[in-house]
C-alpha cells in the first residue's frame, strides 16, 4: 500500500512540474511577438522623425521667403521705371505738401507715411508703415497719388476688406486732410504698371502684395471728394 502511494505521489509530482512549464511559456512565441512589436515601433519612430523634419522644411523655407520679401521690397516688373508715367522729373513736391499720415476707417488704421522709391525695379518701402511713391502725383491735386505698403497685419493687411464707397484719410505735413471715395478694388499682375499711371483727376491708388507668395498685387482706387 506504501508503495503505491508513493508512486502516486510521483505522478502527480511529475504532472504539476509539466503545468508550470507549460504555463510559463507566452502563447503564440512571446519572443518572436516582442521582436516584431519592436521593429514596427522603430518603423513608426523613423516615419514620424521624416515627416517632422519635413514640416520644419516647409517652415524654414516660408520663413526665408517672407523675409526675403519684407528685406528687398516688391518685385514690380522687369519693365523701366520710365514706363510708370510719373510726374515730370523736375516737379518735386512742397515739403507742407507730403503725406504723413493716412486713416483707413474699414481696418480702423492710422499708418505713418514715408518717403518710397523704386531702384534696380523694385519698391524700397517701409517695415513698419506705409511708403508714399515720391514720383507720383501729390496727394489733393490732379493726378494720381501712389501709397503701398506691406500685406501684413501691422500694415496694409485686410486691405481686400476695403468696399467701394469707403472713404479714406491722407494728412498732409501742414496738418491737411485730403479725403478719398473708393470706387475700384481689384487684383493684378505684378507687371501692371498701368494703375501708376496719372489720371486727369485727383486720386489715390494703395495697393500690398497678395495671392500664393506675392504672386499678385490688390489695389484700391479713390477719387478725391474733399480737402481740395
Same mark, same amino acid.
Given at each position: 500500500?506504501?508503495?503505491?502511494?508513493?508512486?502516486?505521489?510521483?505522478?502527480?509530482?511529475?504532472?504539476?512540474?509539466?503545468?508550470?512549464?507549460? !504555463?510559463?511559456?507566452?502563447?503564440?512565441?512571446?519572443?518572436?511577438?516582442?521582436?516584431?512589436?519592436?521593429?514596427?515601433?522603430? !518603423?513608426?519612430?523613423?516615419?514620424?522623425?521624416?515627416?517632422?523634419?519635413?514640416?520644419?522644411?516647409?517652415?524654414?523655407?516660408?520663413?526665408?521667403?517672407?523675409?526675403?520679401?519684407?528685406?528687398?521690397?516688391?518685385?514690380?516688373?522687369?519693365?523701366?521705371?520710365?514706363?510708370?508715367?510719373?510726374?515730370?522729373?523736375?516737379?518735386?513736391?512742397?515739403?507742407?505738401?507730403?503725406?504723413?499720415?493716412?486713416?483707413?476707417?474699414?481696418?480702423?488704421?492710422?499708418?505713418?507715411?514715408?518717403?518710397?522709391?523704386?531702384?534696380?525695379?523694385?519698391?524700397?518701402?517701409?517695415?513698419?508703415?506705409?511708403?508714399?511713391?515720391?514720383?507720383?502725383?501729390?496727394?489733393?491735386?490732379?493726378?494720381?497719388?501712389?501709397? #503701398?505698403?506691406?500685406?501684413?497685419?501691422?500694415?496694409?493687411?485686410?486691405?481686400?476688406?476695403?468696399?467701394?464707397?469707403?472713404?479714406?484719410?491722407?494728412?498732409?505735413?501742414?496738418?491737411?486732410? #485730403?479725403? #478719398?471715395?473708393?470706387?475700384?478694388?481689384?487684383?493684378?499682375?505684378?507687371?501692371?504698371?498701368?494703375?501708376?499711371?496719372?489720371?486727369?483727376?485727383?486720386?489715390?491708388?494703395? #495697393?500690398?502684395?497678395?495671392?500664393?507668395?506675392?504672386?499678385? !498685387?490688390?489695389?484700391?482706387?479713390? !477719387?478725391?471728394?474733399?480737402?481740395?
Amino acid at each position: 500500500m506504501a508503495s503505491n502511494k508513493g508512486t502516486s505521489g510521483r505522478k502527480g509530482l511529475k504532472k504539476t512540474s509539466k503545468q508550470t512549464i507549460l !504555463r510559463a511559456t507566452p502563447p503564440g512565441g512571446g519572443v518572436e511577438k516582442s521582436k516584431h512589436n519592436s521593429s514596427r515601433s522603430t !518603423r513608426t519612430i523613423k516615419t514620424n522623425l521624416s515627416f517632422a523634419f519635413a514640416i520644419l522644411l516647409i517652415v524654414f523655407g516660408a520663413g526665408l521667403i517672407f523675409w526675403s520679401s519684407v528685406q528687398n521690397g516688391f518685385y514690380i516688373s522687369k519693365l523701366k521705371t520710365n514706363q510708370l508715367a510719373p510726374v515730370e522729373p523736375d516737379q518735386t513736391v512742397e515739403v507742407n505738401s507730403k503725406p504723413v499720415k493716412i486713416y483707413i476707417a474699414r481696418l480702423a488704421k492710422t499708418l505713418d507715411i514715408s518717403e518710397g522709391f523704386i531702384e534696380n525695379n523694385r519698391w524700397k518701402v517701409s517695415t513698419t508703415g506705409v511708403s508714399y511713391l515720391t514720383t507720383s502725383g501729390e496727394v489733393g491735386k490732379v493726378g494720381n497719388a501712389v501709397i #503701398y505698403g506691406h500685406n501684413t497685419q501691422g500694415v496694409l493687411g485686410g486691405l481686400w476688406k476695403v468696399q467701394n464707397g469707403d472713404f479714406i484719410e491722407v494728412t498732409d505735413a501742414s496738418s491737411k486732410v #485730403y479725403k #478719398y471715395e473708393i470706387f475700384e478694388r481689384k487684383e493684378v499682375k505684378p507687371n501692371a504698371v498701368e494703375i501708376l499711371t496719372q489720371t486727369d483727376d485727383a486720386r489715390l491708388t494703395i #495697393y500690398t502684395c497678395s495671392g500664393f507668395l506675392d504672386s499678385a !498685387r490688390f489695389v484700391v482706387v479713390g !477719387r478725391l471728394v474733399s480737402g481740395i
